[in-house]
């Protein structure tokens, strides 16, 4: 397995999943009002498309600068990799309940669904790049130190923020949904304006 | 983030996006007439499919044209990339619901819907070409200055023309959906017959 | 445009479109008889899927065998190029339609959507061929007269072997769809085992 | 036809093949139960999309082990390519039957369609492999025999466990899915663990 053809296949699950998002977003076949208002009433499905979209950007973002750091692949690696991408893959399914049901009285079972879901897409991606870093395993002779244990440290807090937001859902499902906003958030800016700038 | 992954996620986007469209045409389940007057009925969702692909085609020509003139990518150039591809994903789902409601009363919901989406993913546009382009931040050294001020002028008008089609389809959603039609067949047309040729 | 991006945007579309065409095969919401039963009555969504699956095959076969006879793209060619791959996402349309009509008394309608679809997309076919070729416009200097000539050749008949085919469907669906499906069986076999080995 | 863009072709299909895999889980339009139990009761669709998916992933794997023994691919290579395509690109079809009827009185022909589009789809695995590999026609002058033999061995039981799990759905559809599970747990775990590192 070379690294280019994993990068091919990763790139394309991740450039699938963001783009069936969009199947999520849906006129009811039925209107109960004017379409105005209608396509108004859909800011929750607009919100989850922006967010999963977002995130799943992120992610992509994220996956390229752990292969830029490896010197080769080996089988367990691919392997981990394609667990993560089913994680990458589902997104679309729980982005879909989430916008469904936030704003009902099943608004919790949504928002823990939706949090469970990234929660353990954070703890593949911290998986994937804790295997290929370990004892330098996959790295690139030259891959620089502080780099990786800049990257290291970025992925310790993933898996918790999603947790917390996760048990925020238990309590309210428009709390946990706007944190889950702001973590894309968060992270798109942080790596936007304090990522470098690369070749 | 090297320029070729980005490309490469983009041009996976732009791809599925357009080939998505299809998903949107459709034979009602209960058919009220024969096979044949249904399927001739369905001229609108036949017209928005050529409209929005052939949208799609372009925004991925205009693209490719802009990263040509790249040395580089950048974080926050990367970053939107994925808001403009955000937009392009999103296509699909005024499509649907232009094509659906086009001649019904709720024409000009529809209408608008579709005009905003277009305004603003040419405000992205113009905003990766810009933030590409200000003070050469991201081009190629010898990026023939006649073509980046070329490309910068045919950005300019994007937004406020279709934000003027948008403003036809609070009036009229046909002559509205028409002007997205002319808008296409013009760019294409331009690009096509004085775009220039490359190896 | 370079000839490499305009492979793997056309790439990517022909992948979709193929993959897409699964989506039309269901089993209905309420099930008549026993799931068995009903999976066998699924015979003629079957057999469209791998008729048109094949079909798109053979078209992304030959499309890289144009692309191969290529030195350079230029502006008109790549639009061409767009007007054929919207008529290649289109085909999971008249696919669905035709698996779910082809026996019932609306058959003919759906068999002869089917053919136009596939008519314009033979002729799209023959347009890109024969932009590209013509004065031998964007060939490689040193592309092979006789090979040239013999893609000419196998592009002639396209249009007219749809075409007949799309006329039979107005007196038999049946008959129609057997005809799209042994169109599909001699452009395998025929290239399959008289088409050159390449490295 | 290159191997390359053979490669990317099938990197598509099998990309978009398991993302369309999510499209099949799906929360009912009107709910019996709370959210929550709804969702916990759609455990035989997520294990589907689990099992599924990592099918799709080993076939991945194993093409890509196919590919890197060939120096070149010829036309009817491409043609069995298609079809081996054409398989994996089907495997939406039954997992959503599978997922739905698993747990209902007609569980068996579900897990019986199932069992046989694996059946094929290993056989086409075995067609392609055996095609490039009898009397070294396609492979690599410096192709490790042992290598090839060693690839040779992994294919010959493929098509008889998979049609011996289908014989089982005849009579359990619930032990059938345990097997498919199994099947891909075993493959995934040899494989990642007794599969060799490549650069």
Same mark, same amino acid.
């Given at each position: 397995m070379t690294r280019a053809r994993l990068e091919a296949f990763a790139d394309g699950i991740f450039a699938i999943a963001a783009t069936l998002?969009?199947? !999520?977003?849906?006129?009811? =076949?039925a209107l109960n009002e004017s379409l105005g208002r209608e396509l108004l009433s859909l800011w929750p499905q607009y919100f989850a498309y922006v967010v999963s979209f977002l995130t799943i950007g992120i992610m992509w973002v994220n996956h390229h600068r752990i292969m830029r750091q490896l010197e080769r692949v080996d089988e367990p690696f691919v392997f981990l990799n394609i667990g993560l991408l089913l994680c990458i893959a589902f997104v679309p399914f729980p982005t879909?309940?989430?916008?469904?049901?936030?704003?009902?009285? !099943?608004?919790?079972?949504? =928002?823990?669904?939706?949090g469970i879901s990234m929660t353990v897409t954070a703890i593949f991606f911290g998986s994937v790049w804790f295997y290929a870093s370990h004892g330098r395993r996959l790295l690139h002779p030259d891959a620089d130190p502080r780099m990786v244990s800049g990257i290291t440290r970025s992925y310790l807090p993933g898996a918790p923020i999603y947790a917390t937001a996760t048990l925020v859902g238990l309590v309210s499902a428009e709390a946990s949904a706007a944190l889950y906003g702001l973590i894309a958030a968060f992270y798109m800016v942080s790596s936007a304006f304090f990522g470098q700038a690369d070749e």
């Open positions: 998002l969009i199947l !999520d977003v849906g006129v009811p =076949a879909r309940v989430l916008a469904e049901f936030v704003r009902t009285d !099943d608004g919790n079972a949504a =928002a823990v669904l939706y």
